[in-house]
């Protein structure tokens, strides 16, 4: 396994971890500071794109904008759980060197489709997924304090090794 891989599989046990903890509540509730969506939204959405990459990349393109949007993936921490272990598992089997087509369009444009690879698109998840952790950890910390976060949950691994290096 690469270590492109394994970051990814520590992404999702970070995931998993907080999906353990997590009241439904607290999973499910609408939130001010996030605008009316909630940490399972975020959740759903970051899922989702794995998905589509992992369903979709074997067929030699992957289309993000054609995900399924299941409000299970939203509303239920346990069914998210699942889930991400599903992505999980999918990912150890998963040849990086697979070359794929991206899919995209943009506003109002017609869609456009870009060279890419497995490896690079699972970079691309990472980085997605810890922007997406960042703004939950943000909320939960607002809204549902006593819902400790691990102190990384969000943060790329660049500035952890930075700050980690600063304490030496």
Request: charged fraction near 20%.
């Amino acid at each position: 396994m690469t270590l492109l891989q394994n970051t990814n599989l520590d992404i999702l046990s970070q995931l998993k971890d907080l999906l353990i903890r997590i009241s439904p509540k607290a999973y499910s509730t609408p939130l001010p500071l996030l605008h009316g969506s909630s940490v399972g939204q975020h959740v759903r959405h970051t899922l989702e794109f794995y998905q589509c990459l992992l369903e979709q990349g074997p067929l030699g393109f992957v289309d993000y904008d054609a995900r399924r949007r299941d409000i299970r993936l939203e509303n239920d921490p346990d069914f998210s759980f699942s889930a991400a272990q599903m992505v999980a598992d999918a990912l150890v089997q998963t040849n990086l060197s697979t070359s794929i087509t991206l899919k995209t369009s943009f506003a109002e444009n017609e869609p456009e489709e870009i060279q890419t690879s497995f490896a690079r698109e699972l970079v691309y998840m990472a980085e997605h997924a810890i922007h997406h952790f960042a703004i939950m950890k943000i909320a939960l910390r607002e809204q549902f304090p006593e819902l400790t976060m691990p102190p990384n949950f969000g943060v790329a691994y660049s500035t952890v090794k930075y700050r980690e290096g600063q304490q030496t």
